[in-house]
């Protein structure tokens, strides 16, 4: 009885142990791969600092795509710009695709993207859709930044202050913001 009941206990405390570690090793890949891809984009906005004397603009104000595309046409001086399909669209990717649309167009700035892993880039809106963003009669892919977890990476300055280094963050295992496992450029 000892034997059987040993047999019948074991295999699933081993399967357990083996899932634990499994999990732990996910999120401490994922989360580098994360904290990489905060550096590279906190390296890019330096670059971009120092081409254009001003950082990108964050559109974390704007509530849908014309104000997206009002603000970007007039912080990085295009005579028109215009985002399809706006709709659905959901404000909390706002920042993430202003800061790629941004960083792309400065030519310091497109070797550091370059070096983002492409399963963090995404053109697509919550149905699934390819977005574009026409800057001047040209099309670009309005591409989201996203974290390991598919979260957009959310880029910001701290007290709305744009003469302030932009933070750069993940929301981390847990998809939520300002919580304790965020992954953060800087400490602002």
Same mark, same amino acid.
């Given at each position: 009885?000892?034997?059987? %009941?040993?047999?019948?206990?074991?295999? /699933?405390?081993?399967?357990?142990?083996?899932?634990?570690?499994?999990?732990? &090793?996910?999120?401490?890949?994922?989360?580098?791969?994360? =904290?990489?891809? &905060?550096? %590279? %984009?906190?390296?890019?906005?330096? =670059?971009?600092?120092? !081409? @254009?004397?001003? !950082?990108?603009?964050?559109?974390?104000?704007?509530?849908?795509? #014309?104000?997206?595309? #009002?603000?970007?046409?007039?912080?990085?001086?295009?005579?028109?710009?215009?985002?399809? /399909?706006a709709t659905p669209f959901d404000p909390n990717y706002a920042s993430s695709p202003a800061l790629y649309f941004a960083l792309n167009r400065t030519p310091p700035c497109k070797a550091i993207?370059?070096?983002?892993?492409?399963? %963090?880039?995404?053109?697509?809106?919550?149905?699934?859709?390819?977005?574009? &963003?026409?800057?001047?009669?040209?099309?670009? /892919? !309005?591409?989201?930044?996203?974290?390991? @977890?598919?979260?957009?990476?959310? !880029?910001?300055?701290?007290?709305?202050?744009?003469?302030?280094?932009?933070?750069?963050?993940?929301?981390?295992?847990?998809?939520?913001?300002?919580?304790?496992?965020?992954?953060?450029?800087?400490?602002?």
């Amino acid at each position: 009885m000892v034997e059987m %009941l040993v047999a019948v206990v074991i295999p /699933p405390l081993l399967v357990a142990g083996i899932f634990s570690v499994s999990n732990k &090793i996910s999120v401490g890949t994922k989360t580098s791969l994360a =904290q990489g891809t &905060i550096a %590279l %984009l906190d390296s890019a906005a330096e =670059q971009y600092y120092d !081409y @254009w004397k001003s !950082y990108p603009p964050d559109c974390n104000s704007c509530l849908d795509a #014309a104000a997206v595309a #009002a603000e970007l046409e007039t912080r990085l001086g295009f005579s028109s710009v215009s985002i399809a /399909p706006a709709t659905p669209f959901d404000p909390n990717y706002a920042s993430s695709p202003a800061l790629y649309f941004a960083l792309n167009r400065t030519p310091p700035c497109k070797a550091i993207l370059a070096k983002i892993d492409n399963s %963090l880039l995404s053109n697509k809106n919550a149905n699934d859709i390819d977005m574009t &963003i026409t800057a001047d009669g040209k099309d670009y /892919p !309005y591409t989201r930044i996203i974290d390991p @977890w598919k979260t957009a990476i959310k !880029y910001s300055f701290p007290n709305n202050d744009a003469n302030n280094f932009p933070k750069i963050e993940s929301a981390g295992p847990d998809m939520l913001f300002r919580t304790a496992d965020d992954i953060v450029n800087r400490k602002n």
